[in-house]
């Protein structure tokens, strides 16, 4: 099944060998779930990025993308008005997992529990989510992983693997990528932060900058 890049980031954090996400893997899983949905219609021309100092975003008249979550980003990005990384990303990313979720399940690759008593009180109760392919979050990793391991240049993949690897590492807290593997592969994944930059203007910096101002507060959580 060919999946967005916001499912990809979804899945991404799950670990498959404690077969359930970690409660440190969720914080900030929504700001990473809506820059990558940013990712991909600007890199589908669904949006447009306007250069100057502060980069500009603005909405593209080709028409919705035609999934559910990507199709109601875009028509979250104005056409006459255009918006920083940041607006378009940081007021909207603690409701884009629900988004995502209720299209997983849908696919058939998670399984969403019924949430009872006290439960319904938690704040991480919905993300008690059962994933009913492992391998499919196996396979995630690994495209994720392979290029900086490897330290093939970043030019060199597709756009879509590019985006996931460079908007995964963006203060990931070892789940990704280990201390010692971050450390060792220091240069190689500058090189993604680069060449991502390159290509969508801003974007990484407004996924760092939002998820800097939520963590003094302990916020970040999704719904």
């Known amino acids: 099944?060919?999946?967005?890049?916001?499912?990809?980031?979804?899945?991404?954090?799950?670990?498959?060998d404690k077969k359930k996400f970690e409660v440190q893997n969720l914080q900030f899983?929504?700001?990473?779930?809506?820059?990558?949905?940013?990712?991909?219609?600007?890199?589908?021309?669904?949006?447009?990025?306007?250069?100057?100092?502060?980069p500009k975003v603005v909405r593209q008249v080709s028409g919705a993308p035609g999934d559910s979550f990507l199709d109601e980003v875009?028509?979250?990005?104005?056409?006459?008005?255009p918006q920083s990384w940041?607006?378009?990303?940081?007021?909207?990313?603690?409701t884009a997992e629900?988004?995502?979720?209720?299209?997983?399940?849908?696919?058939g690759e998670i399984t969403i529990p019924p949430v009872r008593g006290l439960k319904?009180?938690?704040?991480?109760?919905?993300?008690?989510?059962?994933?009913?392919?492992?391998?499919?979050?196996?396979?995630?990793?690994?495209?994720?992983?392979?290029p900086v391991l490897r330290g093939l240049e970043p030019?060199?993949?597709?756009?879509?693997?590019?985006a996931m690897t460079a908007l995964a590492a963006e203060s990931d807290l070892y789940h990704v990528f280990s201390r010692e593997e971050r450390r060792e592969h220091k240069k190689?994944?500058?090189?993604?932060?680069?060449h991502f930059d390159e290509k969508t203007s801003g974007l990484r910096h407004a996924l760092s900058t939002s998820i800097q101002v939520l963590r003094p507060s302990g916020g970040g959580w999704g719904q």
Not at 98 to 107: M, N, Y
Not at 156 to 162: G, I, Q, S
């Open 74 to 81: 875009w028509r979250q990005v104005p056409a006459d008005n």
């Open 29 to 54: 899983r929504g700001q990473k779930v809506r820059a990558a949905a940013l990712a991909q219609l600007l890199h589908g021309e669904f949006i447009g990025v306007r250069q100057g100092k502060r």
């Open 98 to 107: 629900s988004a995502v979720r209720e299209q997983l399940a849908g696919t």
């Open 1 to 16: 099944m060919h999946m967005t890049l916001p499912q990809r980031m979804y899945l991404l954090m799950y670990t498959v």
């Open 188 to 194: 190689v994944l500058k090189a993604f932060d680069r």
């Open 120 to 146: 319904k009180l938690s704040l991480l109760a919905q993300h008690e989510v059962r994933v009913n392919r492992p391998e499919t979050v196996l396979a995630v990793r690994e495209q994720v992983r392979e």
């Open 86 to 94: 940041l607006n378009l990303l940081h007021p909207y990313a603690h």
């Open 155 to 162: 030019a060199d993949l597709p756009f879509d693997d590019l």
